[in-house]
């Protein structure tokens, strides 16, 4: 479980990007972030799943290590976010206001291969703002919910309880 929050995570990381002149890509009404390489350092985070703990407890877990994740330009309004395998890999839309929101989901895992009656369900999004062509920040919103007989299990052993969430801010900014 986990692993795949931290999947999900690693791909809102990603979320930014542009063209590689390293300056300023507004020009009138239309904007673009740079393309290329962006840097995601987490700025905060709230988990009452316990996902980012080493206690298991969920909460505040502030300031992560840098991620690296690639920009590139779609369209006129959209770019593509990805960390260069094929678990991230998100599409993006630019509102007039340099503000974005990108595909969101839902994501279920199966727990009956580890002899569980138990599904994992997420539903995630993304949103975000640049504040130039080359910074800005990004959020990832995931709910949480466990569907089965054996989720008692679950929030036995492992200390979560569900329902739960994790919203995590990330400063982003270009890299290349």
Known sequence: MRFM?????????ACDGGDDSGEDSTSG???SPE???????????VDTCGFFDDDGKGGDT???????????????TSFNLTDGTD???IDCTIAGD???TCDGGTESQS?????????INSTFSYSGTFSSGTEGTIALFADVSC?????????????????CSVTQELAISFAG
């Open 29 to 31: 009404d239309s904007f």
């Open 62 to 76: 502030g300031g992560d290590d840098d991620e690296l994740v690639t920009l590139t330009v779609t369209g006129e």
């Open 147 to 163: 569907d089965g007989g054996d989720c008692t299990l679950i929030v036995k052993h492992l200390g979560i309880e569900f329902p």
């Open 98 to 100: 340099q503000t974005f």
């Open 5 to 13: 929050m931290a999947a999900l995570l690693v791909g809102v990381i």
């Open 111 to 119: 727990l009956a291969k580890d002899g569980l009656d138990a599904s």
């Open 87 to 89: 678990e991230f890999n």
């Open 35 to 45: 393309e290329g390489p962006w840097e995601a350092d987490e700025i905060s985070t």
